[in-house]
Every structure is written in C-alpha cells, then in structure tokens.
C-alpha cells in the first residue's frame, strides 16, 4: 500500500528552526527555506498555521491552519 508520508520522509529532508514562541521557519534541505509555520491556542485546543513562501514575490502566503503539526507540514511540503 502506497504511504504518501512514508514518502514524503525519504523525499524531503525537513528540518523546523525555531525563529520565536510557537513559530519556526520550515526548510528542506534540498530546497532552502519553503515557509513558516506557528500554533495558535485557542479554547478548541491548538492549530497550526502554515505560510508558503514565493520567491517570486518574496511574500509568505497562507495555506492554512491545521489540527496536527504534521499535516500543517504535509501541506507546505506538497504545496510546491
């Protein structure tokens, strides 16, 4: 059975570098840095807010929020 995070993990090298409180700049180590991602809390618990940078525009776009940290990552990953 095909395990798309399973490949994702042997494709990408993800490294989180911690850039504040709940906020880490997001870099493949092939690529360079690909966006940011930070928690937000809240009384329904926590999120995780991913922002796609474009080098086209040097500008962080949003992608979304998220209820797991690894699908906020997912996203930002296949977002390219």
């Given at each position: 059975m095909f395990d798309l995070r399973e490949t994702l993990m042997q494709t990408s090298q993800i490294q989180l570098v911690?850039?504040?409180?709940?906020?880490?700049?997001?870099?493949?180590?092939?690529?360079?840095?690909?966006?940011?991602?930070?928690?937000d809390r809240d009384a329904?618990?926590?999120?995780?807010?991913?922002?796609?940078?474009?080098?086209s525009d040097r500008q962080?776009?949003?992608?979304?929020?998220?209820?797991s940290r690894d699908?906020?990552?997912d996203a930002l990953v296949l977002s390219t």
């Open positions: 911690p850039i504040g409180i709940d906020a880490w700049r997001v870099v493949d180590a092939g690529r360079g840095p690909i966006g940011h991602l930070r928690v329904q618990g926590e999120h995780f807010a991913v922002k796609r940078f474009h080098p962080f776009h949003a992608l979304g929020r998220f209820w699908d906020a990552i």
